[in-house]
Structures are given as C-alpha cells and as structure tokens.
C-alpha cells in the first residue's frame, strides 16, 4: 500500500466515503494533463471541480474525458490587455529604429 493509498483511506474515513470509490488513476490523470496544458494551479482546482460534478451526479470517466479534452485545446482567452496577464516580452528591436542607426557610428 502506498502513501496515496493510505491517505486516500485515511482522508475517505474522515469524510465518511468508501476508498474503492475514488478513481485515483482517473484523478491523476486529470491532473497532470491539466497540469501541463493549462497551468500548474489549474490541477487541484480541476480536481475539485470533478469532484462538484460527480457530487451533484455526472459519470467521473465522462466528465474526466470532457474536461481533459478542454485542457488539451486550452488557449487562454485572456487579452494581452488584461491586467492579470503578465505583458508578453518585446520582440527583437527594429534596426531602423533611431536607437538602432543604420551604419558604422
């Protein structure tokens, strides 16, 4: 048994639920592909999101697949103007820009 097996009896025992009814590969899986394709914060929240709608009676595997699906499309909607998107790098200066005179000096 591992430290995750032990944790999720553990943590299951607390809130009442049966361990067989976690389904750990499913929920690691979600993780890391949300993860690596949206961002690291992303995955416990997407976690627990599944777990809302598996509460509230959606198939864990349905729901697992439709949200892995978003992830692995996933471009953030976000504009380069909103305030909480980090503003992108500039590109390589213009060598025809005055800070850049053409020519020997």
Same mark, same amino acid.
């Given at each position: 048994?591992?430290?995750?097996?032990?944790?999720?009896?553990? #943590?299951?025992?607390?809130?009442?639920? $049966? =361990?067989? $009814? &976690?389904?750990?590969? +499913? &929920?690691? $899986?979600?993780?890391?592909? +949300?993860?690596?394709?949206?961002?690291? !914060? #992303?995955? =416990?929240?997407? #976690?627990?999101?599944?777990?809302?709608?598996?509460?509230?009676?959606?198939?864990?595997?349905?729901?697992?697949?439709?949200?892995?699906?978003?992830? +692995? +499309?996933?471009?953030?909607?976000?504009? !380069?103007?909103? =305030?909480?998107?980090?503003?992108?790098?500039?590109?390589?200066? $213009?060598?025809?820009? !005055? #800070?850049? !005179?053409?020519? =020997?000096?």
């Amino acid at each position: 048994m591992t430290t995750a097996d032990r944790w999720i009896a553990a #943590a299951s025992a607390e809130l009442g639920l $049966d =361990p067989a $009814d &976690v389904p750990v590969r +499913t &929920v690691l $899986d979600l993780a890391r592909v +949300t993860a690596h394709q949206v961002e690291r !914060p #992303a995955a =416990p929240l997407t #976690a627990f999101l599944l777990g809302l709608a598996v509460g509230r009676g959606a198939d864990s595997s349905d729901a697992a697949a439709r949200i892995e699906r978003l992830a +692995t +499309t996933w471009s953030d909607p976000a504009s !380069p103007a909103d =305030p909480a998107t980090p503003a992108q790098p500039a590109g390589p200066a $213009d060598p025809a820009s !005055p #800070a850049h !005179p053409a020519g =020997p000096s």
